[in-house]
């Protein structure tokens, strides 16, 4: 698949830097430096988890809370100078992480991915699928290749990592996060293939969840909220070029550090699904049982606040 264009996201609009996870051109791969043993205590004492897209927001946030848990943590991007920067952050604050740079929507780097887990650490307990790209265009106006790519990031993104990882997890009855979004719970307007690769993890994880159940391993859903962003945060345009996020309103933000706690503590209790902010559990509902409501917010909202979605 071909590599997007940089930038980055998380919360409710992922962006297109760290989620994929190969070499671009002019970028030297690097070696991680050996790994230091350490008994930290923590909730995830013992665990191994891969995160994905974890070089910085979301996912950077993630690694380090678990990494401060006890987990010891394999880091995943695209830009290897980034991720080699993450990691030695998080080395230099004592916690025992690893970096492995995988395109997560080819299976072959997934397993290179997975392999790096269990080569450095022996086991893999915890699976955060959170590399996504998202998008900020009207269906009409995007070409087909960049609806595709955006969708390939959100579904493949999740599930190719999660077929490389099942044996393993297996074995350790671990446990497995799709990062979502609140914009799966209803349409977007502007955001048509990123909704639609939201919204698809929440029926493959409950479909897992009964095709596994013998299996013990933990498959959940955490509906993220607007989060506070990367500067250099950008998603696509109908062009497949790189655009800031549309505005959102500081208040409504959570920060990443919040973020990254919710998503620990909704795999500590193995949760089904989550969902972040009382917006998204409004939207959850109103959609749910006032779908006529729902669609007539959004559609006000169209008209009177264009800025939000353009």
């Known amino acids: 698949m071909t590599s997007p264009p940089s930038g980055r996201s998380d919360g409710s609009g992922r962006g297109v830097n760290a989620e994929k996870g190969v070499n671009e051109p002019g970028r030297e791969a690097y070696t991680p430096t050996p790994i230091k043993p350490s008994t930290k205590p923590g909730a995830f004492a013992g665990k191994v988890a891969i995160v994905t897209g974890s070089e910085s927001g979301i996912g950077k946030a993630t690694a380090r809370a678990l990494g401060q848990a006890g987990a010891k943590v394999v880091l995943n991007g695209r830009m290897a100078d980034r991720l080699h920067r993450t990691e030695q952050e998080l080395r230099s604050e004592g916690l025992i992480v690893t970096s492995c740079l995988a395109d997560i929507t080819n299976y072959a780097d997934c397993e290179r991915l997975v392999g790096t887990a269990i080569t450095t650490f022996g086991q893999l307990d915890v699976l ?11 269906f009409a106006d995007m070409q087909p290749d960049v609806f595709r790519q955006v969708l390939d990031s959100n579904v493949y993104g999740a599930v190719y990592p999660l077929k490389a990882a099942l ?8 446990s497995v996060t799709f990062i979502s979004s609140i914009s799966a719970l209803n349409g977007m307007p502007s955001g048509s293939a990123y909704c639609a690769g939201k919204a698809a993890l929440t029926n493959l994880a409950h479909t897992l969840r009964l095709e596994l159940d013998h299996t013990g391993i933990h498959i959940g859903v955490v509906h993220i909220g607007f989060t506070q962003n990367d500067p ?20 409504w933000q959570k920060s990443q550090a919040q973020v990254a706690a919710i998503i620990l503590k909704h795999i500590r209790r193995r949760r089904t699904r989550t969902v972040i902010s009382a917006l998204g559990w409004l939207i959850a509902i109103v959609h749910t049982y006032l779908p006529r409501v729902g669609d007539w917010v959004v559609l006000t909202t169209i008209r009177r606040m264009r800025h939000f979605y353009e």
């Open 128 to 138: 955060i699928a959170n590399a996504s790209i998202s998008m900020r265009a009207y």
């Open 167 to 174: 044996p393993h997890l297996t074995r350790t009855r671990g």
């Open 232 to 251: 250099e945060k950008r998603v696509l345009d109908a062009l497949g070029q790189p655009v800031p996020i549309a505005h959102r309103p500081p208040r």
